[in-house]
C-alpha cells in the first residue's frame, strides 16, 4: 500500500511539473509575441517618424503642406489641458478617497457610491464627453475651451484616481494610525502626517496613469468641439485648443502618405511625453518609498 501511495505521489508530482512547464512556455510565448509586437510598432513609428521630428516640428504650427507641418499648437494645447486636469482630478479624487475610508461612516449608502465610483471607471469616454458638452460648453457657457476640456477629461479619470487612492489609504497599517492616536494626534493630524505619506507611492501609481490615460484620449474631446485645425496658441482658459491625439488623428486622416510620416513623429513625441511622465511618477514614489 505505501508503495502504491508513493508510486501516485510520484505520478502527480511528475504531472504537475509537466503543466507547470507548459504553463511556463505559454507565459512566456505571450510576453514574447507582446514584446515583438510592441518592437514592430516602435521600429516602424521611428523609421517613419524620425525625419520630421526636428526643431522645425516644434515651432511649426498645422499646415496644408507636410513638409511645413508642426505640432506646436497641440504640443502646448496638451499641456494647458494638463495643467487644469492634474490640480482638479487629483485634489478632487484624492479627498474623495480620504472622506470615505477615513470619515465616512460604513452603511448602505457609501456602499451604494463605493459601487458607482468602480462602475463610472468602465464608462466608455464618449458619455464623458456628452456629459461635458451638456453641462459645461452649454449651461455654464465656457464654450469649446481648454477649462471645459479639462474639466470634462477629469470626470473621465476621477472615479480611476478615487479608485486607486483608496487601495493606497486602505493598505496603510492600522498600527500607524493607532500608535499616532496613542501619541495625542487628532484625525487629521494622523492623515496629514501618518496615513498620506505612507498613500502616496500608490496615489502616484495610480494617478500618473489616470493623467496618461487623460493625455491620449480624443472622444470626450471631439464631442465637446475642440478643434483639428489650430493655428494659434491657447491664451487663458477660455481659448479655443487642440492636442496631440486630435492633431495626430488629423494627419493620419489625410490621404497624402507624407502626413503619415508626420503622424509618426508626432505619435513619438506623445510616447515621449507619457514616458517622462511616468519617469517622474517612479522617481517621486521611490523618494517617498524610501522615507518609509
Not at 479608485?163 to 493607532?178: C, F, G, H, I, T
Amino acid at each position: 500500500m505505501q508503495l502504491v501511495d508513493q508510486a501516485k505521489v510520484k505520478s502527480r508530482m511528475q504531472t504537475r511539473l509537466k503543466q507547470n512547464k507548459v504553463l511556463k512556455g505559454v507565459f512566456f510565448g505571450t510576453t514574447i509575441f507582446a514584446l515583438v509586437v510592441l518592437v514592430i510598432l516602435l521600429y516602424r513609428i521611428l523609421t517613419q517618424g524620425i525625419g520630421y521630428l526636428d526643431l522645425q516640428f516644434f515651432q511649426n504650427f498645422a499646415s496644408r503642406f507636410p513638409e511645413k507641418a508642426g505640432i506646436k499648437a497641440a504640443f502646448f494645447g496638451s499641456l494647458w489641458l494638463m495643467a487644469v486636469i492634474a490640480p482638479v482630478s487629483l485634489i478632487i479624487g484624492v479627498g474623495t478617497a480620504i472622506y470615505l475610508e477615513e470619515y465616512a461612516k460604513k452603511n448602505r449608502f457609501t456602499t451604494f457610491i463605493q459601487i458607482n465610483i468602480s462602475n463610472l471607471a468602465g464608462v466608455p469616454s464618449i458619455v464623458f464627453g456628452l456629459l461635458g458638452l451638456t453641462v459645461f460648453v452649454r449651461m455654464l457657457e465656457m464654450g469649446r475651451s481648454v477649462l471645459a476640456g479639462g474639466l470634462t477629461m477629469s470626470l473621465l479619470i476621477l472615479p480611476i484616481i478615487v479608485v486607486a487612492a483608496q487601495e493606497a489609504v486602505r493598505s496603510v497599517p492600522k498600527e500607524l494610525r493607532e500608535a499616532s492616536y496613542a501619541m495625542g494626534a487628532t484625525k487629521w493630524q494622523t492623515i496629514k502626517k501618518v496615513v498620506l505619506p505612507a498613500a502616496i507611492p500608490g496615489i502616484l501609481t495610480g494617478g500618473i496613469l489616470a493623467l496618461s490615460r487623460a493625455i491620449g484620449e480624443t472622444a470626450p474631446l471631439l464631442m465637446i468641439g475642440a478643434l483639428t485645425f489650430v493655428a494659434y496658441l491657447p491664451e487663458n482658459l477660455l481659448s479655443g485648443f487642440t492636442v496631440m491625439p486630435i492633431q495626430i488623428f488629423n494627419w493620419t486622416s489625410r490621404p497624402q502618405t507624407e502626413f503619415h510620416d508626420v503622424a509618426a513623429a508626432g505619435i513619438i513625441v506623445l510616447l515621449a511625453m507619457l514616458l517622462i511622465m511616468n519617469s517622474i511618477a517612479v522617481l517621486i514614489r521611490n523618494k517617498f518609498s524610501k522615507r518609509l
